[in-house]
């Protein structure tokens, strides 16, 4: 009895220390180069609709960067 509950107890500790989250060092962010750039080409032609940002551009920077 005494080993199968030392083993359960073994696996449920190591099931939560896999599921653990490490500190990020980055973030995203909706990146407004290539915002505007899309919205540009909507502007110049005459067969595209209003654009709707479903899932906009983001860009990766490290935490320190961010204001």
């Known amino acids: 009895m005494k080993t ?11 099931a939560l220390a896999g599921c ?3 500190p990020s060092k980055y973030t995203y962010v909706v990146d407004p180069d290539l915002s505007e750039q899309a ?6 032609s ?6 709707v940002w479903v899932n906009p551009p ?10």
């Open 46 to 51: 005459a067969h595209t609709g209003h654009v």
């Open 20 to 22: 653990s989250v490490a």
């Open 4 to 14: 199968i509950l030392l083993s359960v107890l073994t696996v449920t500790v190591m």
């Open 39 to 44: 919205d540009n080409l909507t502007r110049t």
């Open 58 to 67: 983001m860009k990766r920077i490290a935490k320190d960067e961010q204001k």
